[in-house]
């Protein structure tokens, strides 16, 4: 027992009274002994469970968002995990602290903001005066999983076998045509492929394929996809080094299906009949000359006349060359074809107005009567081509 001396009235009294004996004031600063407990009895089993838990949560989240590819399902079961076991581990450490001795009061317990872990890992340390290792090793586990829950970045994903991708292009359908697959398209159109697959830390996968024109050996190709599930989405697709918008892509895609689709007509038992085989000729185009344009351009008639090259380094000619050979085939017609390669187009230009400030190719012209009166410009479909020559009365049907 020890003397303190009474704030109110000054003299002394016991350290076990709660008020002065002399004038009654309470001794507020009455000194309270918490009761010791022997660390070596302490176990810290529960609280380094609580500590580790942001990390053990983590690797399951993962585990879960890599075994079923769903990140919302991980994400429940992370914070059920957390909130379920981290109060639950508090509990049951509180309780084998409070057999030991410690008062019920001591951490709060008893008060739910007393829970929240930090604080109470915190106040754990200094009551019981202990090393604050395991208060250091929760900070550095809930940061991680912060930072990982924020980033949704799971690194079992480099462990991932992305060659399957590869085929799942290979195999998925144009949405052009049912019976026609990206690896059918892209064989028609890039030689000397590189295939390459890759996934990264969000589970996203690429597939990308790497080649040569088929049309132009100088012109590089790249088409990259993204596999969502059971979806293959085009990326990119680069085309000598410049992006072309997903038009182009698709104007490839209805090009192919058109041709695969394309069948011969059963021959007709009328003699007329302009598709039968014994009515075709060997070859779709007639190549002419500038003195030829010249020529169909004054007679008075309506002429088409294409434009093009044919030295492989313009891959929407040679896109165009196939389109318009269905196109004479169906129409029963004999396409002049002009090869800007070979012909002097100057002799052409040069007293023309529609070519006094270039021109692309290929080109559609319907000419007559001494002028051009129509142009198609660049590549189309045959659907397109179709529409704007039925605008005419084309005279260059097969004799």
């Known amino acids: 027992m020890a003397l303190i001396k009474c704030k109110e009235c000054g003299k002394e009294v016991s350290d076990t009274l709660d008020v002065c004996i002399h004038c009654g004031c309470p001794l507020k600063n009455k000194k309270k002994d918490t009761p010791k407990i022997d660390n070596k009895k302490v176990s810290n089993k529960f609280i380094w469970l609580v500590s580790l838990l942001p990390i053990i949560s983590i690797l399951i989240y993962l585990s879960v968002w890599y075994l079923t590819k769903s990140y919302y399902l991980g994400i429940i079961i992370l914070i059920l995990i957390m909130c379920i076991f981290s109060i639950l581990f508090i509990v049951l450490d509180y309780k084998k602290l409070n057999k030991l001795g410690l008062d019920e009061n001591t951490l709060g317990i ?54 399957k991708y590869i085929d799942q292009v290979y195999d998925y359908k144009l949405d052009s045509c049912n019976n026609g697959t990206y690896e059918e398209l892209i064989n028609n159109i890039v030689v000397n492929q590189d295939w390459q697959s890759e996934i990264d830390m969000q589970g996203n996968v690429t597939v990308t394929v790497s080649g040569i024109s088929g049309s132009d050996e100088n012109a590089g190709i790249t088409m990259s996809f993204d596999i969502n599930n ?21 104007a490839l895609q209805n090009t192919y299906c058109e041709r695969i689709n394309f069948e011969i007509p059963e021959e007709s038992e009328q003699e007329d009949n302009v598709y039968s085989n014994e009515t075709l000729p060997p070859t779709f185009f007639k190549n002419i000359n500038a003195d030829d344009y010249i020529r169909l351009k004054e007679q008075n008639a309506q002429t088409l006349i294409y434009i093009t090259r044919s030295d492989g380094s313009s891959e929407y000619c040679n896109m165009m060359n196939k389109v318009m050979e269905d196109v004479a085939y169906l129409r029963g017609i004999e396409i002049n074809r002009l090869n800007a390669n070979i012909v002097d187009m100057k002799k052409i230009t040069e007293n023309e107005d529609y070519f006094k400030d270039g021109y692309g190719v290929p080109l559609l012209l319907i000419v007559g009567h001494g002028e051009i009166i129509d142009v198609l410009e660049g590549y189309q479909d045959m659907n397109s081509v179709n529409v704007f020559l039925n605008n005419f009365d084309l005279t260059t049907e097969y004799e």
């Not at 009551?127 to 090793?137: E, G, H, K, R, T």
């Not at 059971?230 to 698709?250: A, C, N, Q, T």
Request: charged share 25%.
């Open 230 to 250: 059971e979806k293959v989405e085009l990326r990119k697709y680069m085309y000598d080094g410049e992006e072309m918008p997903y038009s182009e892509f698709k």
């Open 110 to 163: 008893n008060k739910i903001y007393n829970i929240i872990i930090p604080k109470y890992l915190f106040k754990r340390f200094r009551v019981l005066n202990q090393n604050p290792s395991y208060f250091i090793a929760w900070i550095i586990s809930a940061t991680v999983f912060i930072v990982m829950i924020i980033l949704r970045i799971n690194p079992l994903f480099l462990l991932t076998d992305t060659s």
